[in-house]
């Protein structure tokens, strides 16, 4: 499909130099991303740091994790650069800033262009929570960086980061998660009196319909530099194929970044399209039910702050 990219949710050392390689070679990645709970699986969990870490030992911990992050994200930058010299819509490789910055808009725009300085690669995004004071430090660093606007849930959220960047100088992307709305809506289903029928039609819809819905208001303003990213597309039921929001997104002008399971059944044993409810009878028919979309949002992007948060703590208290 054209303007169709597929990007992987994935970074670790060892990786980079195997699977990462092939991926690209292959054609079947155009880009990749990060966050902090990323980075600490990879670094507190992976052989592949050891040496690099008893060999800057006497740092501190966040300077411990930001060269071995650095270091990785330029590899794959440079890895990735071909691509961009090609399609400047592809190739990139993204960053996010340290998560407690959250609330502190100089504090964000300072760090976001340290890391984009130290970095020094024209592929590299500065991936930047779309909370209020993040929607302010993106309209600041949009002429200077591109920007990966993360933590997206809502159609609000998402038309407001686009008009946030609609100035930037750079290609940017708006990362709208996806599996967590249907994750929340599970939960609120297994209690609702329903039938095991409307249970059956009603769960994992929400999250891609409500991607859909992002992606339109993302759309509407006709931003060619903008564009939306489908994340957190692991299926998290086990009764879903692996690529089921790749599937249901598969759509022009947007990209889809996806763990490598999802990537692996799209490229190899790939299950069809599933059928999408249309966004506003199925918000309607949800909030008749009892199910408070508005709440949802707001709960999942503080637990998403929360987790990011929470990683990024683990990860430093490793490194001390």
Same mark, same amino acid.
């Given at each position: 499909?054209?303007?169709?990219?597929?990007?992987?949710?994935?970074?670790?050392?060892?990786? +980079?130099?195997?699977?990462?390689?092939? +991926?690209? !070679? =292959?054609?079947?990645?155009? =880009?990749?991303?990060?966050?902090?709970?990323?980075?600490?699986?990879?670094?507190?969990?992976?052989?592949?740091?050891?040496?690099?870490?008893?060999?800057?030992?006497?740092?501190?911990?966040?300077?411990?994790?930001?060269? &071995?992050?650095?270091?990785?994200?330029?590899?794959?930058?440079?890895?990735?650069?071909?691509?961009?010299?090609?399609?400047?819509?592809?190739?990139?490789?993204?960053?996010?800033?340290?998560?407690?910055?959250?609330? *502190?808009?100089?504090?964000?725009?300072?760090?976001?262009?340290?890391?984009? !300085?130290?970095?020094?690669?024209?592929?590299?995004?500065?991936?930047?929570?779309?909370?209020?004071?993040?929607?302010?430090?993106?309209?600041?660093?949009?002429?200077?960086?591109?920007?990966?606007?993360? /933590?997206? $849930?809502?159609?609000?959220?998402? @038309?407001?980061?686009?008009?946030?960047? @609609?100035?930037?100088?750079?290609?940017?992307?708006?990362?709208? $998660?996806?599996?967590?709305?249907?994750?929340?809506? *599970?939960?609120?289903?297994?209690?609702?009196?329903?039938?095991?029928?409307?249970?059956?039609? &009603?769960?994992?819809?929400?999250?891609?319909?409500?991607?859909?819905?992002?992606?339109?208001?993302?759309?509407?303003?006709?931003?060619?530099?903008?564009?939306? /990213? $489908?994340?957190?597309?692991?299926?998290?039921?086990?009764?879903?194929?692996?690529?089921?929001?790749?599937? %249901?997104?598969?759509?022009?002008?947007?990209?889809?970044?996806?763990? /490598?399971?999802? +990537?692996?059944?799209?490229?190899?044993?790939?299950?069809?399209?599933?059928?999408?409810?249309?966004?506003?009878?199925? @918000?309607?028919?949800?909030?008749?039910?009892?199910?408070?979309?508005?709440?949802?949002?707001? #709960?999942?992007?503080? %637990?998403?702050?929360?987790?990011?948060? #929470?990683? $990024? @703590?683990? +990860?430093?208290?490793? /490194?001390?």
């Amino acid at each position: 499909m054209k303007d169709f990219y597929l990007w992987c949710d994935f970074i670790e050392r060892d990786f +980079l130099e195997g699977e990462f390689r092939t +991926l690209i !070679q =292959g054609g079947q990645i155009a =880009g990749a991303t990060s966050n902090p709970a990323l980075f600490a699986q990879a670094i507190t969990r992976s052989q592949a740091y050891k040496e690099a870490i008893n060999a800057l030992k006497g740092d501190t911990p966040k300077v411990l994790y930001e060269a &071995l992050a650095i270091e990785d994200i330029q590899r794959a930058a440079d890895l990735l650069l071909p691509l961009h010299k090609k399609n400047k819509a592809t190739g990139y490789i993204s960053l996010e800033i340290d998560p407690f910055l959250e609330g *502190d808009v100089s504090a964000c725009v300072q760090e976001a262009k340290r890391l984009h !300085q130290a970095l020094a690669r024209p592929n590299v995004m500065i991936k930047i929570p779309a909370t209020p004071s993040g929607l302010e430090a993106m309209a600041h660093l949009s002429a200077h960086m591109p920007i990966n606007a993360t /933590l997206v $849930f809502s159609p609000t959220q998402a @038309k407001e980061c686009a008009l946030a960047l @609609k100035n930037a100088q750079h290609m940017g992307v708006i990362s709208v $998660f996806v599996s967590r709305l249907d994750v929340a809506l *599970d939960r609120f289903l297994a209690q609702a009196p329903i039938t095991t029928t409307q249970r059956t039609q &009603l769960a994992h819809q929400l999250g891609a319909a409500n991607a859909l819905e992002c992606y339109q208001h993302i759309q509407n303003l006709n931003l060619p530099h903008l564009y939306p /990213l $489908f994340a957190s597309t692991g299926v998290k039921d086990p009764t879903l194929p692996k690529d089921y929001y790749i599937q %249901a997104l598969k759509i022009p002008h947007s990209i889809n970044t996806a763990p /490598l399971e999802a +990537l692996h059944a799209y490229h190899h044993a790939p299950s069809s399209a599933p059928k999408i409810l249309e966004f506003a009878p199925l @918000k309607a028919q949800l909030e008749s039910l009892g199910f408070d979309l508005n709440q949802t949002y707001a #709960e999942l992007l503080n %637990a998403g702050l929360a987790s990011f948060q #929470e990683s $990024f @703590k683990t +990860l430093l208290s490793s /490194l001390e």
